[in-house]
C-alpha cells in the first residue's frame, strides 16, 4: 500500500507554518541565550562565538547537505528542504522585528523551545522536507534502515549540546540539552518508520 502524496498547496502550507514554528522555537531559545541541537544548534555555536546574523549562517552551513539530500532523498525532497531552510532563515531574522520578548524564563524557553521546534520539524518531515543538516541523516536513515529519525537526533544533538560548554554556562548547556530532549521526544513519540514514506 502506497501513501497518498500532499497536494503542492499542502506542501507549501506545511512549509510555511513548520518553518514558523521552529523559527519561533529559534526566538525563544536565542532570548534566553540558550541553544538546540542538529544544524541549527551548530548555527547557534557560530552565532555566539561570531555574532553573525543567524539565518546568514543556517543557510551557509545547510549549502553542503543539499548535495547529499539530492543523491539520497531525491529532487522534491531537496526543494522542499532548499525551502524550508531559506524560510527558517528569512523568519529568524524578521521574528525579532515583529516580537518583542522582553523576559521569558530560561526553564520555559528550553521547554516551549523544544516543543515547537519538533512540532514544526515533525510538520515537515511528514511533507517529506526537512530542515537540512543532520535532519536530512537522519530521515535517510529513517527511510533505508528503519531507524527511528528522533533516536538518531537525539544522540547527534546531545554531542552539539555539549560542545556547547566552551560557549556559554553550564546551566545553559544544560537547559540547552532539556530543549533538545524535548525536541527529540516529539519526533520519537510521533513519526513512526513507514507510516508517512511510501515503499
Given amino acids: 500500500m502506497t501513501t497518498p502524496r500532499h497536494h503542492v498547496l499542502e506542501d507549501a502550507q506545511a ?50 547537505f543539499y ?14 528542504t532548499f525551502c ?11 521574528l525579532p522585528q515583529w516580537i518583542s520578548i522582553e523576559r521569558i524564563h530560561p526553564l520555559f524557553a528550553a521547554v516551549i ?10 510538520m515537515l518531515i511528514r511533507h517529506q522536507a526537512s530542515l537540512g543538516g543532520l535532519g536530512v541523516m537522519a530521515i535517510y536513515l529513517q527511510k ?3 531507524w527511528r529519525a528522533g533516536n538518531i537526533q ?13 560557549i556559554v ?11 533538545a530532549f524535548m525536541l527529540n521526544l516529539v519526533l520519537t513519540i ?3 518508520p513507514g507510516r508517512y514514506f511510501g515503499q
Fill in 15 to 64: 512549509l510555511l507554518t513548520g518553518t514558523l514554528l521552529f523559527a519561533l522555537a529559534i526566538l525563544f531559545l536565542r532570548q534566553a541565550g540558550l541553544l538546540t541541537g542538529g544544524t541549527a544548534g551548530l548555527t547557534f555555536l557560530a552565532y555566539y562565538a561570531s555574532g553573525i546574523p543567524f539565518g546568514v549562517l543556517y543557510f551557509l552551513i545547510n549549502i553542503p
Fill in 67 to 80: 548535495i547529499f539530500g539530492l543523491k539520497a532523498l531525491g529532487k522534491a525532497f531537496t526543494l522542499k
Fill in 84 to 94: 524550508a531552510v531559506g524560510l527558517l532563515s528569512l523568519y529568524s531574522e524578521l
Fill in 113 to 122: 523551545g523544544g516543543l515547537l521546534a519538533g512540532a514544526g520539524l515533525l
Fill in 144 to 146: 533505508t534502515k528503519g
Fill in 154 to 166: 537525539m544522540v547527534a544533538d546531545g554531542f552539539i549540546v555539549l560542545g556547547a560548554l566552551f
Fill in 169 to 179: 554556562d553550564i546551566e545553559k548547556v544544560a537547559l540547552s540539552i532539556l530543549g
Fill in 190 to 192: 510521533n513519526h513512526k
